[in-house]
């Protein structure tokens, strides 16, 4: 026990004598080393701790290596106390070893390819330089976004698809290609997704951070991130594929701007995603229906071996799509744009590449940067649908703001319950400002309610002009797919804006002709599938509504059962109710 017990004084003592005898705390040193060397345990422990370094070992069969490895480890963990430099470089070293080794072993692989072209760079370099450039790579994440924040015009980007399309993939490599993440983080999940044998899967996981989705590899809940170009600032919203989630990706799809509409390439998953069942179809429509004007369609997972970045089975996929897409109400000449891509590698993302050389057309991120400037009207009345809200030092709600513009201390109105509130804080993409415009996606900090009042659905007015509140109106409503009649007492799941609310069609006005316009004069007893007819609904509860010509984006709703979206509607006319 007696070398135990004087460790820590020889410890103490090399404190205070630090700033005097260099030499006496060499010689302490040594002390130390030899006192540390008999136990049993530490061996073990420094055989253990170096977990990231164990590929380095297996590299180096040698064992004497292996113990002198050890031994090092000890010295350093020694010193530790002393120098906090030392652990620095302690656990810097391993990061170069990792970085250069999945390119040993996957030539040509993913998680190679994974880092895309600035990574290929980096590890020809020496070390040194290579501990540089990770110091750096997070540096440009957040500053430049604070200046810049109020003038780039805001979009939002969703991206729909069938589940495994690789959204949540090409989401990740987006943010790392714009230095939204950097390259250590991307490497923590590399290695806990190689522990889960889930080696692909480590870009999505910038996305999905909740263990459920990390473990399913599915995404559930809509995921938010942002990312800047020279010109625009850009939200992501990375929806879920899943049939079951479909609600969720209505509430994204409705925040949206824009719509990337994700496809495998690979043989038999763009075939599954588009046939009857699949969620390429059943996004597409909905994308429309929630107000996504501009359509890019993403053709991904070029590079697998079963596709090869072959123009034959791009051609293919568009050429499936392009009806499908012209019948949901796309105009494929104006509002649709195909792109080849491979989200796992980063290929056609931010820089063109070699292997597709019958693409002539912008990468990704570039053509982003290039679309037109979307027209906002930011002296309209306020107009704020809640997506979410949650309690952190009084009620906070999120949402994207349709039209009007929001400042700090301003008084609004929450519909449809009437309460009068106080914004205390404002927050754009996590970014905190005094005002904001119409399509930026905001965080708030009201004063003056209470978390539980408030239900998803809600609208934020200002008070001079509140949005229409009722339970009963009349729409005009395209039957997409049921299999039976539709007759009035039919009930169904209504989302209108960020709302969902239970419907009723409570009467059938007239029939609509497709093609001509015309209305029947005679009411319908029932309507099917692919007819268009004019209905009145009752919803179980108040929400807020607009007619489709004041307020499009107010104004548009689809209709759901079982699962499936079974019509999509527009609002004409607000009926008062009867006392």
């Known amino acids: 026990m007696d070398p135990r017990d004087t460790a820590p004084d020889s410890w103490e003592q090399e404190d205070d004598v630090e700033a005097t005898l260099d030499g006496q705390l060499e010689s302490a040193f040594t002390n130390l080393n030899v006192n540390a060397k008999p136990f049993v345990p530490n061996v073990n422990a420094a055989e253990f701790v170096p977990a990231f370094v164990m590929k380095s070992h297996s590299e180096n069969l040698d064992s004497a290596v292996a113990v002198e490895k050890i031994s090092t480890m000890e010295v350093s963990e020694s010193v530790a106390p002393v120098e906090n430099g030392d652990t620095e470089m302690t656990t810097e070293e391993p990061w170069d070893q990792k970085d250069a080794e999945p390119n040993e072993e996957e030539p040509g692989g993913g998680s190679c390819g994974d880092r895309g072209p600035?990574?290929?760079?980096?590890?020809?370099?020496?070390?040194?330089?290579?501990?540089?450039?990770?110091?750096?790579?997070?540096?440009?994440?957040?500053?430049?976004?604070?200046?810049?924040?109020?003038?780039?015009?805001?979009?939002?980007?969703?991206?729909?698809?069938?589940?495994?399309?690789?959204?949540?993939?090409?989401?990740?490599?987006?943010?790392?290609?714009?230095?939204?993440?950097?390259?250590?983080?991307?490497?923590?999940?590399?290695?806990?997704?190689?522990?889960?044998?889930?080696?692909?899967?480590?870009?999505s996981w910038a996305l999905d951070t909740n263990q459920e989705e990390r473990d399913k590899g599915k995404t559930?809940?809509?995921?938010?991130?942002?990312?800047?170009?020279?010109?625009?600032?850009?939200?992501?919203?990375?929806?879920?594929?899943?049939?079951?989630?479909?609600?969720?990706?209505?509430?994204?799809?409705?925040?949206?701007?824009?719509?990337?509409?994700?496809?495998?390439?690979?043989k038999g998953e763009f075939e599954t995603g588009f046939e009857k069942g699949g969620q390429t179809r059943e996004h597409a429509m909905l994308?429309?229906?929630?107000?996504?004007?501009?359509?890019?369609?993403?053709?991904?997972?070029?590079?697998?071996?079963?596709?090869?970045?072959?123009?034959?089975?791009?051609?293919?996929?568009?050429?499936?799509?392009?009806?499908?897409?012209?019948?949901?109400?796309?105009?494929?000449?104006?509002?649709?744009?195909?792109?080849?891509?491979?989200?796992?590698?980063?290929?056609?993302?931010?820089?063109?590449?070699?292997?597709?050389?019958?693409?002539?057309?912008?990468?990704?991120?570039?053509?982003?940067?290039?679309?037109?400037?979307?027209?906002?009207?930011?002296?309209?009345?306020v107009r704020l649908p809640?997506?979410?809200?949650?309690?952190?030092?009084?009620?906070?709600?999120?949402?994207?703001?349709?039209?009007?513009?929001?400042?700090?201390?301003?008084?609004l109105v929450m519909m449809p319950n009437r309460h009068v509130v106080e914004v205390l804080s404002l927050l754009s993409d996590d970014v905190e400002t005094d005002d904001a415009g119409p399509g930026e996606n905001l965080k708030l900090r009201?004063?003056?309610?209470?978390?539980?009042?408030?239900?998803?659905?809600?609208?934020l007015c200002n008070a001079e002009n509140l949005c229409h509140s009722g339970r009963t109106f009349d729409a005009q409503i395209v039957i997409i797919e049921h299999k039976s009649i539709i007759c009035p007492g039919y009930n169904a799941v209504l989302h209108i804006h960020t709302c969902i609310e239970e419907v009723q069609i409570t009467a059938l006005i007239c029939l609509v002709d497709k093609k001509t316009g015309e209305k029947s004069k005679t009411r319908p007893r029932f309507v099917k599938q692919d007819q268009v007819c004019i209905a009145r609904l009752r919803t179980a509860g108040?929400?807020?509504?607009?007619?489709?010509?004041?307020?499009?984006?107010?104004?548009?709703?689809?209709?759901?059962?079982?699962?499936?979206?079974?019509?999509?509607?527009?609002?004409?006319?607000?009926?008062?109710?009867?006392?």
């Open 118 to 203: 600035a990574v290929a760079a980096t590890t020809e370099e020496t070390a040194p330089e290579m501990m540089e450039e990770e110091e750096e790579t997070p540096a440009p994440k957040v500053p430049p976004t604070q200046p810049d924040a109020p003038k780039k015009e805001h979009i939002n980007v969703v991206f729909i698809g069938h589940v495994d399309a690789g959204k949540s993939t090409i989401g990740g490599q987006i943010m790392y290609l714009t230095g939204m993440v950097d390259k250590r983080t991307l490497e923590k999940y590399e290695r806990e997704a190689k522990e889960k044998n889930r080696e692909t899967w480590y870009l």
């Open 220 to 266: 559930v809940e809509v995921g938010r991130a942002y990312f800047e170009t020279d010109k625009k600032h850009f939200t992501i919203l990375d929806a879920p594929g899943h049939k079951s989630f479909v609600p969720n990706m209505i509430g994204g799809a409705s925040q949206a701007d824009l719509a990337v509409l994700v496809i495998s390439a690979r």
């Open 287 to 381: 994308a429309k229906t929630a107000g996504v004007k501009h359509l890019i369609v993403l053709v991904n997972k070029m590079d697998d071996p079963t596709v090869n970045w072959s123009l034959e089975r791009y051609e293919e996929c568009k050429e499936k799509l392009v009806p499908f897409l012209k019948k949901v109400g796309f105009n494929p000449k104006k509002d649709i744009h195909f792109m080849p891509c491979s989200g796992l590698t980063g290929a056609n993302l931010k820089e063109s590449t070699d292997m597709c050389s019958w693409y002539t057309g912008l990468p990704f991120i570039p053509h982003l940067d290039s679309l037109p400037n979307f027209n906002r009207s930011s002296d309209g009345p």
């Open 386 to 411: 809640i997506v979410d809200k949650y309690k952190d030092m009084g009620t906070v709600i999120l949402g994207k703001l349709e039209s009007g513009s929001i400042s700090k201390a301003q008084q």
């Open 446 to 459: 009201l004063k003056g309610i209470e978390e539980e009042e408030i239900l998803p659905g809600f609208i």
């Open 542 to 579: 108040t929400i807020c509504l607009e007619t489709f010509k004041d307020f499009p984006q107010m104004g548009r709703f689809t209709l759901r059962d079982e699962g499936k979206t079974i019509a999509i509607g527009k609002v004409l006319k607000l009926v008062a109710e009867r006392d």
